[in-house]
């Protein structure tokens, strides 16, 4: 239902609209995969390809995608690290989301405080993972003299589009021009304490953990 929800506000996942993979996207994969297993046990490249019965030049090749490993090597290394060879497979196999999202479709949001002239967009959302990031366009097109204070856990990134705003945070106001960024702690009061030139448009990044 949610997914229904926001392919129809805009929001789909899919590739990005490129040329496609480059040639060497499974080298590279594997690659990464012999490095992190190689530091996560503490070993220099020259322990593991002696345990894996290698040169040193060509496991360097290895992980840096360079050549294509044939099958024999491939168990020779994952023996060595002591891991299976479908293992080094693994970052290749895995599927890689993205949120694309067409201008002017980012899911719109009732926040507190929102209120006519005051738009939350959406951008995207984190289909999964440890960490929760919620960017956001946020504009403002009307005067205002009394804004809500928000809090919430984590921490926040906003970058001014353009207009100009006193943006408070804690006990400091900030006068930000566009090109502007404040990154702040987010579980203290924030927000706009005055609109000084209209219309308002800024990015919002917003990170907490998933299980605050």
Do not use: W
Not at 40 to 49: P, S, Y
Not at 82 to 87: I, W
Not at 99 to 123: D, N, P, S
Not at 185 to 210: M, V
């Amino acid at each position: 239902m949610a997914k229904a929800k926001a392919k129809d506000e805009g929001l789909r996942q899919e590739p990005h609209e490129s040329s496609g993979a480059p040639e060497n996207a499974l080298e590279v994969a594997i690659g990464r995969q012999v490095r992190r297993y190689r530091r996560e046990q503490n070993l220099t490249i020259t322990e593991l390809a002696r345990a894996a019965q290698l040169s040193t030049g060509m496991l360097s090749k290895i992980e840096n995608g360079q050549t294509s490993p044939s099958l024999s090597t491939l168990r020779s290394v994952a023996g060595a690290l002591n891991v299976p060879v479908t293992a080094l497979f693994r970052e290749y196999e895995e599927e890689r989301d993205a949120v694309f999202v067409k201008a002017g479709r980012g899911l719109m949001i009732e926040r507190r405080g929102t209120r006519a002239g005051h738009q939350y967009q959406l951008l995207g959302h984190s289909p999964g993972g440890a960490v929760v990031v919620e960017p956001y366009l946020i504009t403002l097109n009307e005067k205002s003299d009394v804004f809500p204070l928000f809090q919430h856990d984590g921490k926040e990134l906003i970058y001014l589009l353009e207009g100009a705003v006193s943006y408070r945070h804690a006990n400091k106001v900030y006068e930000l021009e566009p090109g502007d960024s404040l990154f702040f702690e987010a579980d203290a009061p924030h927000g706009p304490e005055e609109l000084r030139r209209l219309p308002i448009r800024f990015l919002s990044f917003i990170c907490y953990a998933r299980d605050s």
